[in-house]
């Protein structure tokens, strides 16, 4: 999408780190604005802050206020899906909970919104939706239980969605961060290669909406490692037991 002033833009999971930065950097654009993520305060603040943003308060897990907020929103151009939730978790410290609920969040939540939004779109054969998935959906990493196959799973649907919507006028991008400095990574005691601010990673964001491509991995050559660690047979990777 070239071209983004005073086209609608939905952003979800708007209320913190990336998305409150990306909300700013797409107002900057002249794009007009829906928010939503599930803190009130935090959206209304930051509506005060963007001229004619509005905040549609939901929580992505809820099917019924997915729809009835995607019913408020009306026209969109652009959905981009953000809300993401990340607890680092080991297999010996298993939590069936934690592992459903990030679950929920980094991937059935994407469904209900893509289900609510798609006709729409279908309709008109036109609009555009942006999911931003993880680095870590390359390839199992330590640490990532519930939040590694969750993103592989969003991975996975776009890399679908691509192939069954050529031809529709609808399009779908797949925005692959690396490591950024917010509360979701608050929590990870190990060293973060070029970790990013929300700032810099929301001008990723941007330019990959821009753009054609359907794939943007980033940092670079950050992103370029994890690939190549992907490709990798399993026995170069994981020796031993
Ligand atoms: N930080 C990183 O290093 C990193 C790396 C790769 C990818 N990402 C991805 O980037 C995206 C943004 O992450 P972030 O680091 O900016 O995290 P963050 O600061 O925790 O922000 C996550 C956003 O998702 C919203 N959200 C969470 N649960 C929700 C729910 N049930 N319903 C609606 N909204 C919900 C949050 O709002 P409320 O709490 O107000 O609901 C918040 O606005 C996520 O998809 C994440 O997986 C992050």
Redesign the pocket.
């Given at each position: 999408m070239k071209d983004l002033s005073g086209k609608t833009c939905w952003l979800?999971?708007?209320?913190?780190?990336?998305?409150r930065a990306l909300a700013r950097q797409l107002h900057d654009q002249g794009m007009v604005l829906i928010l939503?993520?599930?803190?009130g305060a935090?959206l209304t603040a930051l509506c005060d802050e963007l001229s004619g943003a509005r905040a549609l308060v939901?929580?992505?897990?809820d099917p019924t206020a997915v729809a009835r907020a995607a019913a408020e929103a009306g026209h969109a151009d652009l959905v981009i899906y953000?809300?993401?939730?990340?607890d680092p978790m080991a297999t010996g410290a298993w939590d069936t909970g934690a592992i459903l609920r990030m679950s929920e969040?980094?991937y059935t939540?994407a469904v209900h919104v893509i289900g609510a939004i798609l006709p729409q779109f279908l309709g008109r054969n036109a609009g555009e939706i942006v999911l931003?998935g993880?680095?870590a959906a390359y390839r199992g990493l330590p640490g990532a239980l519930g939040y590694g196959p969750a993103k592989a799973a969003l991975r996975s649907m776009a890399e679908t969605m691509r192939h069954d919507l050529r031809g529709s006028g609808v399009a779908v991008k797949l925005v692959n961060?690396?490591?950024?400095r917010?509360?979701?990574?608050a929590r990870n005691s190990f060293r973060m290669p070029m970790l990013m601010t929300?700032e810099q990673a929301a001008g990723h964001v941007l330019r990959a909406i821009r753009k054609r491509r359907f794939r943007t991995d980033f940092p670079v050559p950050f992103s370029w490692a994890i690939r190549a660690l992907a490709t990798l047979p399993d026995v170069v990777v994981w020796r031993g037991r």
């Open positions: 979800i999971g708007a209320s913190e780190g990336l998305g939503s993520a599930r803190n935090r939901m929580d992505v897990t953000n809300a993401g939730a990340y969040v980094n939540g931003i993880s680095l961060p690396g490591f950024i917010t509360r979701l990574t929300p």
